[in-house]
């Protein structure tokens, strides 16, 4: 389906010089189609950037190309998708990520062009910014897609995105390594939270109230806390106040060092490839959210909101230590010593401290991407999500799963040792 364009033909001609890495191209023709009908997420449109142009050859004759770029926008209707993508600063993170920061980092990254351009084939190349719109390169000819983002993944896809985590963290560690300064002082944008804001006003802070709703929903729909059970009375009176911590963990922190972490890892920002020796790739996109944080938030966010708690238990130290040994490969790849930026074992105890925060995290995220919305159901989304919950767990095995997962997590971590301090 055609739709509006926000792209005009200079800013596509400059797209195809970006992407050829010559002036010599001419385009003809461009247009641009959605890439779904179904809503993708909050925070923008997805496009395809369809371009004809003609390429000189080396014989000087010319050549006819299509060309096609991922556009991603600013929702262009107007209306409360929109209205909350532009609250707060994430657009202009997303700049600042694929722009500023992608050249800094390049500069210091010894490997050939393309892994430079994609922070060591951690994210799409980009070849056009404005503060609403970024073009980016198109992944699915190289044959990345989107798993279900319902599903968890498994270990081998959780050890290729911790991989390529360890690998995009590397580049902030190298560039303040080699600048001699720090992201915090020379960027203040990446200190600013995007999302848990305790600010009435603000569509996030909405939204996150009907997810604590949502919440209280499952307690009597899970039928170890169900009501007339030991816990039922005590995680209703304790989870808001639980939840609500989430305001304060994720305020900026000198404990550990800070990389850019993407800080929204779940399946539908990740877009994996798998080659004939079935070696997969993954490619990480929506960098939104980034911001400046110990790198252990991405990596145990990452597990809660993308594995089941069998896999974290059967191969939570190993997939902790595979990403701490990956890190210290590219760090040593730039004469870096992991043990004076980053040591094991202070990257483990990070993980301990780490993980209420990623554990009330996943209960918020899951009790938002898990429930299929169509357009309609926005208003209903944000104004009773309890009853969508119950729905949702009727119909839907993984959904209730999932939550009842991301429940037992939080009793676990965050409530248990609450009621115990009480009781002493």
Not at 67 to 85: H, I, L, N, Q
Not at 406 to 412: H, K, S, T, W, Y
Request: with cysteine; aromatic share 8%.
């Amino acid at each position: 389906m055609d739709t509006a364009c926000p792209l005009t033909r200079e800013e596509c001609q400059k797209i195809v010089e970006a992407h050829f890495q010559t002036d010599t191209v001419a385009m003809r023709e461009f247009s641009l189609t959605s890439r779904s009908n179904d809503i993708q997420g909050f925070m923008g449109d997805h496009l395809q950037l369809r371009v004809s142009v003609s390429v000189k050859g080396k014989d000087e004759k010319d050549s006819t190309e299509d060309v096609k770029f991922f556009v991603k926008s600013v929702p262009m209707e107007e209306g409360y998708r929109r209205t909350f993508a532009t609250s707060g600063v994430a657009y202009k993170k997303e700049v600042l990520f694929y722009g500023e920061l992608l050249r800094g980092f390049q500069k210091h990254l010894r490997c050939a062009a393309y892994e430079s351009s994609t922070l060591l084939r951690t994210v799409p190349q980009c070849y056009h910014l404005r503060p609403d719109v970024l073009v980016l390169e198109d992944l699915a000819p190289a044959g990345f897609h989107m798993l279900d983002p319902s599903d968890p993944l498994d270990v081998d896809h959780s050890e290729c995105v911790l991989k390529a985590l360890a690998r995009l963290h590397a580049a902030s560690l190298i560039f303040e390594e080699r600048e001699g300064r720090r992201l915090a002082d020379t960027y203040p944008l990446l200190l600013e939270e995007s999302l848990f804001l305790k600010q009435p006003e603000l569509p996030f802070y909405q939204c996150q109230r009907g997810c604590v709703d949502g919440m209280h929903a499952a307690v009597d729909l899970v039928a170890r806390y169900a009501p007339g059970t030991p816990l039922n009375q005590d995680l209703h009176r304790l989870l808001r106040p639980t939840m609500d911590t989430i305001y304060d963990l994720v305020q900026p922190t000198d404990k550990y060092r800070n990389v850019v972490c993407h800080k929204d890892l779940w399946p539908n920002n990740m877009l994996f490839a798998e080659d004939a020796q079935r070696g997969l790739s993954v490619r990480l996109v929506d960098f939104q959210t980034a911001k400046l944080a110990p790198p252990a938030y991405d990596v145990l966010s990452f597990l809660h909101l993308s594995s089941m708690r069998d896999l974290r238990q059967a191969h939570g130290r190993r997939l902790l230590e595979l990403y701490h040994q990956t890190l210290a490969d590219v760090l040593r790849q730039h004469d870096l010593d992991v043990d004076s930026v980053l040591p094991l074992q202070d990257f483990l105890q990070s993980c301990e401290d780490t993980r209420p925060l990623a554990v009330i995290v996943a209960a918020y995220v899951l009790l938002i991407v898990m429930i299929p919305l169509q357009d309609g159901d926005m208003h209903r989304f944000m104004t009773d999500r309890p009853s969508m919950v119950k729905e949702a767990f009727q119909r839907d095995e993984r959904f209730r799963q999932r939550i009842s997962q991301a429940l037992d997590d939080l009793v676990e971590v965050c409530i248990l040792p609450r009621i115990q301090d009480q009781q002493r």
